[in-house]
Nanobody, 123 residues
Framework: VQLQASGGGLVQAGGSLRLSCAAS????????MGWFRQVPGKEREFVAR????????EYSESVKGRFTISRDNAKNTVYLQMNSLKSEDTAVYYC?????????????????WGQGTQVTVSS
């Protein structure tokens, strides 16, 4: 599976961005998907995940109520709508496939990582 993320950029605090992640392969609809982010010098942090059908979603406490993850299996694409952005949301965002839906989301569950897209929020 190859994952191509796009949609990052520079935005002012309080603004919005929508990230997209296009996946190759015919089995996209069978994958649980997610987004992680990383700030230089820190470990990668879970942001959101969505199960294969799109019925179940989960968010980190830091983004809950502001971010929305969704998917379009017909387009092999997963999205992350980010609203009310804060300076602390500045990071490289990675689209991932998850090999399992663990009790607690973890980078250990990631099977494939995308190349990352930079999001910068200016205050």
């Amino acid at each position: 599976v190859q994952l191509q993320a796009s949609g990052g950029g520079l935005v002012q605090a309080g603004g919005s961005l929508r990230l997209s992640c296009a996946a190759s392969g015919r089995t996209f609809s069978s994958y649980n998907m997610g987004w992680f982010r990383q700030v230089p010098g820190k470990e990668r942090e879970f942001v959101a995940r969505i199960n294969w059908s799109g019925v179940s979603t989960e968010y980190s406490e830091s983004v809950k109520g502001r971010f929305t993850i969704s998917r379009d299996n017909a387009k092999n694409t997963v999205y992350l709508q980010m609203n009310s952005l804060k300076s602390e949301d500045t990071a490289v965002y990675y689209c991932v496939t998850l090999r399992r839906w663990g009790f607690q989301p973890s980078a250990r569950d990631v099977e494939y990582w995308g190349q990352g897209t930079q999001v910068t929020v200016s205050s």
